[in-house]
Structure formats: C-alpha cells, structure tokens
C-alpha cells in the first residue's frame, strides 16, 4: 500500500544543484530505509544513496559523494536528495524506492519493495 512519487527534477547546467523529493503515502516512511537510484540513458538502473530508518545513516555510491546529500524528515514523510557540481553523467531518471533493512547489498536495487514513477534530471551546457 506504500506509494512514493518524486519530484524536483529538471533541466541543470554542468555545476548546478537540484534539490529531489520523495513523498510517501499509505504508510509512514519512518518504517523504512529510502534509497536514490538513477537509470541513466542506454544504461541499467543503479544506487546513488540511501539512507537509514532515523537518518543516522547514510551511503553514497562513489561518484557523488562530496556532491550529492540524501536526508529525511519523517514528520514530512519525505526523503531528499540534494544534488550539487551536476555534471553531464549525472543525467538520467532518478527514482526513489523503500526497503526494509539498511544493511545489505542495494546498489542494483536488492530488496527494496517499492518504487516511485522517475523523475527526470538532465544536465546540459
């Protein structure tokens, strides 16, 4: 019953920031762990972030740390995904997804039960 849309994507110049939001409805977010995934064009669906239950912990995939921060605020029921110095590669739909435990291999999407519909981010010029 847990649906979750994003938002907040767009049409960036190299160096630019977007800010990402992942709403959920039908379910309190604060039950589970929220992941950022991307499917970039001609490419699979890989892990950008995630974030734990509380918000006490985070990871990031390699290539965005120092630049992208993923938080909560589960009085909201939203997840954030604020991304800084976009580059090029960065370009692709970005999609937000739930899963029960934080631990665990996720950056293909292991075990995370419910996704969003995309939200498109491209970074050009």
């Known amino acids: 019953q847990l649906q979750l849309v994003e938002s907040g994507g767009g049409l960036v110049q190299p160096g630019g920031s977007l800010r990402l939001s992942c709403v959920a409805s039908g379910s309190t977010l604060n039950s589970y762990t929220v992941g950022w995934f991307r499917e970039a064009p001609l490419k699979e669906r890989a892990g950008v972030a995630k974030?734990?239950?509380?918000?006490?912990?985070?990871s990031y995939v390699d290539s965005v740390k120092g630049r992208f921060t993923i938080s909560r605020d589960n009085a909201k029921n939203t997840v954030y995904l604020q991304m800084n110095d976009l580059k090029p590669e960065d370009t692709g739909v970005y999609y937000c997804?739930?899963?029960?435990?934080?631990?665990?291999?996720?950056?293909?999407?292991?075990?995370?039960?419910?996704w969003g519909q995309g939200t498109q981010v491209t970074v050009s010029s």
């Open positions: 997804a739930a899963r029960i435990w934080f631990s665990g291999t996720w950056e293909a999407g292991t075990d995370f039960i419910t």
């Open positions: 974030i734990s239950r509380s918000g006490s912990e985070t």
